[in-house]
């Protein structure tokens, strides 16, 4: 009786094997090269590599990427500013905010064909059948992929981003676009949109209510460009006085330049909703002092210290402070076609991937206006 649990247990250990060689041997031949920028240290800058894809398999759509914005977490992901919640793996090929035209569909998609423009963001998968992907939100999927630096179920490894000249996506997590749209300008949406139109949505924000954006960047100007066309009042807080005109001229009602104590003092207990979309550590008790009863603060920025924020700060008044990742794919839909209906999309620098080092070096500095979009067919002569 043992001698023959034991062979059977042998016998699954051979098909154990088996199984998993036949697996990585399939996934050889259902590879292909695809050209990239990857960083290979936390303190390496960003240069071009070939990267391995999977082909397009029944579900999926293969895009060939136009053009990919550069997102503050790039940076933070690339040096490893993350180290405790999102240690990085190096090579690492940041960028998920995607747009691109499809080369190639799976035999079972349905939503996309060749030619179509399509946009991926900062998920490419979820399991799909947990409450979360059931309510539409797979960024709280326990089984949600990141578009890069994170486990890819296909190749085993870990996820590779947009700053490439291609990518193969499950069609869930692909996106259209809006016909009317400026394509580079489009492709920010897909983390710096969804990302301060979500928490707006969430928190109520329409006509007639207060609200204040912290930080004039990717995420924070496109925050202001929601609010402004939900009706809102909307103040922004700045350390960049030079930035005032631009702020205004983007839908901002007053401008406030954070270093001026008495101006902001004047803004206490007035506001409904504050979204900090700051990318550096900061004191966020400033801004909980400005809300009013009942107001929530919402954090977006994701800076690496902890904030220490005083009890009374938030008791008196029942103040709430909250955060907020990204959105779920059909509130992604939703916000492109807002877009397309307002006409909104981001105010870009075009960069050639050639110019990657430098754009993160300017991030740092607050020097960006409002947010890099690599022109991915500067990758063909990297
Ligand atoms: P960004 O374009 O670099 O903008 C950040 C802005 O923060 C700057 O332009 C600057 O605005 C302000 N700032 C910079 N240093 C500051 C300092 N020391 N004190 C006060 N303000 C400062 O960055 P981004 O791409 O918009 O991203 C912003 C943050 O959101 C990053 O931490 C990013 O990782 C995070 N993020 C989160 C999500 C999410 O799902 N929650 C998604 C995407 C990004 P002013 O010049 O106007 O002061
Ligand atoms: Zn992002």
Redesign the pocket.
């Given at each position: 009786m043992n001698v023959l649990r034991e062979k059977q247990r042998g016998e699954r250990a051979v098909e154990q094997v088996l199984h998993t060689y036949r697996k990585r041997l399939h996934r050889k031949e259902a590879m292909y090269n695809a050209k990239a920028f990857s960083a290979t240290s936390a303190t390496s800058p960003l240069a071009s590599t070939t990267i391995a894809r999977r082909d397009p398999t029944e579900t999926d759509v293969q895009i060939e990427i136009l053009f990919c914005g550069i997102?503050?977490?790039d940076l933070?992901q690339v040096r490893n500013e993350w180290s405790e919640f999102m240690p990085t793996v190096y090579p690492c090929v940041p960028g998920h905010e995607i747009v691109g035209r499809v080369t190639k569909v799976g035999a079972g998609v349905k939503k996309f064909k060749v030619g179509d423009l399509a946009a991926v963001g900062c998920m490419v998968d979820s399991d799909g059948t947990c409450p979360e992907c059931k309510r539409g939100e797979e960024q709280f999927c326990p089984n949600m992929t990141l578009t890069y630096n994170f486990p890819d179920k296909h190749t085993g490894g870990v996820t590779y981003g947009g700053y490439s000249d291609s990518v193969v996506v499950d069609e869930r997590f692909v996106l259209k676009v809006p016909a009317n749209l400026d394509l580079a300008g489009t492709a920010p949406l897909l983390?710096?949109g969804i990302?301060t139109f979500s928490p707006l949505h969430h928190w109520g924000v329409t006509k007639g209510k207060k609200v204040g954006i912290v930080?004039?960047?990717?995420?924070?100007h496109m925050g202001v460009k929601f609010a402004h066309a939900l009706g809102a009042h909307v103040v922004l807080f700045?350390?960049?006085p030079g930035?005032t005109e631009d702020a205004l001229r983007l839908g901002a009602d007053e401008v406030v330049v954070s270093k001026n104590a008495d101006e902001v003092a004047k803004h206490a207990g007035s506001f409904d909703f504050i979204l900090d979309?700051?990318?550096?550590n900061?004191d966020i008790n400033t801004y909980i002092n400005l809300l009013a009863r009942d107001g929530n603060l919402t954090l977006?920025?994701?800076?690496n210290k902890p904030f220490e924020i005083p009890a009374f700060a938030l008791i008196m008044g029942r103040r709430s402070v909250s955060g907020?990742?990204?959105g779920g794919i059909a509130e992604t839909q939703k916000m492109l076609d807002f877009c397309g209906e307002h006409n909104i999309t981001a105010d870009v620098e075009v960069i050639p991937i050639q110019k990657v080092n430098e754009a993160y070096d300017r991030?740092l500095k607050?020097d960006?206006k409002y947010r890099f979009s690599i022109d991915m067919a500067s990758l063909k002569n990297a």
């Open positions: 997102c503050h977490s933070h983390c710096a990302t930080g004039l960047g990717g995420l924070g700045t350390t960049s930035k979309a700051v990318s550096a900061h977006v920025g994701a800076p907020s990742p990204i991030l607050s960006v």
